[in-house]
């Protein structure tokens, strides 16, 4: 079997996935090697997480929690299973639209952060909206608001290397914003941060998920896994345990992310 078998549905009518799921796993697998050396990153996972929903995925060291969340954001490709992503199958997409999807439509976060040295912290988080077609004073503007709700709006001019790391993170959630993606995807992103910056990162988490930013978090860390509204631990590349903390319907703060740039 292989990957482009499923329908390519990116921009087309297609058959929808239910409408308030705003990402959804089926039958997800992931396969690295061979043989001898086979081994089952993910292996099976099915997964469904509505519109606004904060979803923690946690389990132990090579449980496949990265692998996931790469097939999630299309970073990486399914050997088996569906993706679907706003409604649409996305897993068999081509590069080029495959990128596309990523810049429009997935904020990532990550450990390590992942900045542009070179870049400032303003330009960080005006690259991925430049390259989504922004006009530049927008994309300039957008970026300003987003620094000033991440709280560094007195340091837009600053290096990454000029910063600590909680605050190169929050540059980083900002960048992760900054196109209005339907999901913001994160890997461990306290993992490189003190207590202080850690609540930082988790206080920003919250206010997204007041203003119903759906955010999937992969996390070892217990103090994130409590903020969500659902955890899920995985064990062997399968969902071992599926926990609902908040209810679905549970409302947040509708406007909080419809600010004018
Ligand atoms: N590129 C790769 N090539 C071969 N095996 C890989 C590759 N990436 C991951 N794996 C294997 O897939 C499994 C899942 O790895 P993954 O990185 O998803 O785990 P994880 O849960 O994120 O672990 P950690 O908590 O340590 O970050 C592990 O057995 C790992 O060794
Ligand atoms: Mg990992």
Redesign the pocket.
Known sequence: MSRHDGPNTYGGPGPAAPRESVLRAVALTRT??QDDTL?W??DGVDLDVPEGQTLAVT??????????LQLLGGLDRPTEGEVWLGGRRVDGLGERALARLRRRSVGFVFQAYHLMDELTAAENVELPALLAGSPARRARARAAGLLERVGLAGRARALPAELSGGQRQRVAIARALVNEPLVVLA??PTGNLDSAATADVLRLFGELRAAGQTLVV?T?DERVAATADRVVS?RD?AVADDLLLTPADTPGLPGLLDWEA
């Open positions: 690295y090697g081994v990153a993910v389990g132990p060291s090579g449980c496949g929690k990265s692998t996931l890997d461990e992969v070892h995985l590349g």
